[in-house]
């Protein structure tokens, strides 16, 4: 029955989310398609801005670990795949994770290791975008006023309160639950049963223990997502839009922040949308910007993914 709620609540929060995005897309449509259209031309800007956050994630990754073998350029390119996977592919944003950890095993990293460093570096990625959505919100205080910025409060402490109880869940038991569920799919699909880790807890809370590393990490993290309001601000150059860099921060904060809120659903699809366009109109900046913006963004997406997918199918991690 909880169950069934639960597919019904997230089903009707993709439906509102579509009906609105469609509305206003609709509404704001020559706009929306000539801006975006007209920024296409950074497309090569924003993949290399782009590959540099995804390379920064990959040494956090990596510095989870103490050993020095496998090398950096695996990291990078299972980020990049994990990426594709997903942006692209319809698994809810978890089975680039499961891939990832696969290719990992496949390196020689035992596989409780493996999956549990995912799980980690995920945490810590979800941690950094807390901190990051914090920025944010301050500047958005700075830059537009305090009427503007008290309607974000809210969703700032919610924010604020999920990510504290995501942590705490995978520091006191989720991660057993996980080895449950892992050991099902293992079950269901024969072929993934290699993918059954047992230990996953325990591998964990080894790499929780290395504060040192996890400070290191989250740091990095943090970096690459202020690497995306350079992509922010670049775009919204191409549009034509006159946004300073403090606004760009605001608008990626804010837009990201409602993408990784609508990680149930694959791409985010229509919510990341309406997070662009709802965090531009907090500046007073058009919403057909922030629309167009999350268009833009969605190309090099795509690009991105292709890659990223490309890569995990010759690498064998669907196979």
Known sequence: MMKRGLLIA?????????????????????????????????????IAIHLIQLFLSSIAWRGLF???????????????????????????????????????????????????????????????????????????AIVAGGD???????????????????????RFGLLRLLELLVERIGEQF??????????????????????????RATLLHFFAWLFGVLETWFIFY???????LSEALVVESLGMAARTAGFAIPGALAIQEGGF??????????????????LVKRAREILVGIAGVTLGWLGGGFR
Do not use: C
């Open 148 to 170: 503007r910025s008290t309607a974000w409060l809210g969703a700032l402490a919610v924010a604020i309160v999920a990510v504290g109880a995501f942590l705490l869940a995978l």
């Open 10 to 46: 997230l089903a009707a929060l993709v439906v509102a989310g579509v009906v609105w995005a469609s509305v206003s897309t609709w509404t704001n449509i020559v706009a929306v398609g000539q801006g975006t259209l007209q920024a296409l031309w950074i497309l090569p800007a924003l």
């Open 238 to 244: 191409a549009l034509g839009v006159p946004a300073s």
């Open 66 to 140: 103490t050993t020095n073998e496998p090398g950096i350029g695996l990291y990078f390119r299972l980020r990049v795949i994990r990426e594709g996977i997903d942006s692209l592919l319809p698994v809810a944003q978890v089975g680039g994770e499961v891939v990832g950890a696969r290719m990992l095993m496949k390196r020689g990293i035992p596989g409780a290791q493996a999956g549990a460093s995912v799980i980690v570096d995920v945490s810590l990625e979800v941690l950094s975008q807390a901190a990051f959505l914090l920025t944010g919100i301050a500047m958005l």
């Open 190 to 215: 024969p072929d993934l049963a290699n993918l059954s880790l047992t230990g996953l807890h325990a591998a964990a809370a080894a790499f929780y223990r290395q504060g040192g590393a996890l400070s």
């Open 277 to 294: 366009a709802l965090a531009a109109l907090s500046l007073g900046l058009p919403e057909s910007a922030g629309l167009s913006l999350s």
